[in-house]
């Protein structure tokens, strides 16, 4: 894999063990990752690493 140059990144994250107001928590840590390549191409990526769903889906 030929890694590319990233223009812009933002990470966010959507579920951990910690809670803001309006936010569900759980065990585990979901990132929603989106870039944009030297080329201009916008990517997202969703890393999830939790034991549910329901966390994740609230948060999004």
């Known amino acids: 894999m030929i890694m590319k140059e990233v223009q812009d990144l933002k990470i966010t994250t959507l579920a951990e063990n910690l809670v803001q107001a309006g936010g569900l928590g759980q065990w585990g840590l979901s990132f929603l990752i989106e870039l944009i390549d030297s080329k201009g191409e916008k990517r997202k990526v969703v890393f999830d690493t939790a034991r549910n769903k ?6 999004v």
């Open 54 to 59: 329901e966390a994740f889906l609230h948060n």
